[in-house]
């Protein structure tokens, strides 16, 4: 399928996922080469750079797009720099599409990389008393994971999820990951791994939730015109088909990171689809699609039951059927839409501004069938989603 | 947090309400109505729902990192998320100590205390609001902060 907002991806690449403490750029570095590798072109053919920021590594994470170009060696082009949390590497992507739909450049070079600290994830240092993200903290207590509890605890009172469907969860995405050189974690779980799991935020224990990783991820995208010029083809290449950065309408009625409260309903009512749900409609609008289109889906697992609830915004089943959706194996491997085919976050951990990037990457490569070991059958669309705390929403659909 | 919460009783939260469109806010902010469709810049203080129903819940079980100041050694506690029925607001807070999500359900009647964040280094105590089951007792007084 085409349409005339297409962009192609030409190539994409990744450093693997681990855990070593060392300089993010190292790492962007690698994944950048292996992008342009892939796509056969030459660093200095890039016309654009955008980086996805990390907030971690002080100013050179700031300004990713910049660190990129300087640590490549400056060629003269336009970058970006782009931070939206965990949506960072989707913005990233979006800058540079824009960018070449507008016509400013026609090939662009997206990179994003981080490297982070054990445990936690907590806020930036100092005493801030206007930041939610350190009031959130400081006055509560209030972690990721307790966040991710409180829709997991939903799940369980209101829809009858049980805690074995979530564990079920990552049983499914670990099988897959094993068969991926870029996942962190290659070890299969089973549902006896979790009885000795820890408990963190009641529902969910440690191996519920996803750790956080260092890694990068790097894509070169272009113009149909460019592509058609430096393949000589359009046949079978990868399509960005969309991507939606949207943010909630008011009043978001679902209390999310790193908010105290909702917004309030008492004038204005809930809008007819809430804030994830209308991630994935912007993607779909776009795209000219529906959910009964993809061939598989890359979703946010950081938790095994918020997976479950991507499920239900991406329309793959009516709210509240998303664990008999995995029950059915529907959404394993040689499933009907297999999700996280990569093993997902619980396979990789989270690289914050990479994540969004590698989910790309991944859908890539399972459109092209290089997917070795967990490649889905036939697969011609396939669907990023995340969300980044403060309201950035991220969906990117890629079709051949 | 000066603002957020009464410190005399009846503890109540404190939002921001809109003059205009009457839209709530927590926690209270200035500069402009959270509703997009709204012109106003300014919001009252206005003290909110002493009560309200459980949305969620959860448990710590490990110390949150800094700068939540954690007891040494680290005891587990719950925190809700309260729905407030007239504001329409869904709102945070830690659950009173001894009280676990075993004591907890969805739906379940709640209202707001006061109780010791933390001593300070000066040695005084810093406060918070928590979210405590409501007693039956308390249940037949009458709940005072919308109209206030």
Redesign the interface.
Known sequence: MSGDRDLVVLGAGMHPWGKWGRDFTEYGLVAARAALADAGLDYPDMQYIAGADTIRNGYPGFVAGSTFAQALGWIGVPISSSYAACASGAMAVQSARAQILAGFAEVALVVGADTTPK??F??VGG?R?NDPD??????????NP?FF??????RI??YGDTVDDFAQVKVKNSKAGVHNPNARFRKEFSLDDFASS???????RLLDICATSDGAAALVIASPEFAQRHLGTLEGTVRIKAVATTTPT??Q?R?ELP??????????PAPERGFKDSIAHDAYEQAGIGPEDLSCAEVYDLSTALELDWYENLGLCAEGEAAKLLRNGDTALGGRIPVNASGGLSSFGEAIPAQAIAQICELTWQLQGRSEGHQVDNATVGLAINQGLFGHGSCTIVAK | MEGWFTTTEPYTLIGGKCASCGTFVFPPRGGACPNPRCAATELEPTPLSRRGRVWSYTENHYAPPSPFVAADPFEPYALAAVELETEGLVILGQVAAGVMGADLEIGMEMEVDLDVLYTGDDGEPRWVWKWVPATPSSVTTTDNGASA
Request: no cysteine; net charge negative; charged share 20%.
């Open positions: 445990g936690f907590a806020p005493e008393r350190w009031l959130r903290f400081h006055l509560l207590g209030a972690t307790a509890a409180l829709n997991a605890r939903r009172d209101v820890p408990l963190v935020s009641d529902p969910l008011y009043p009625v209390l908010d105290f409260a909702t917004d309030s309903t008492a004038v204005v």
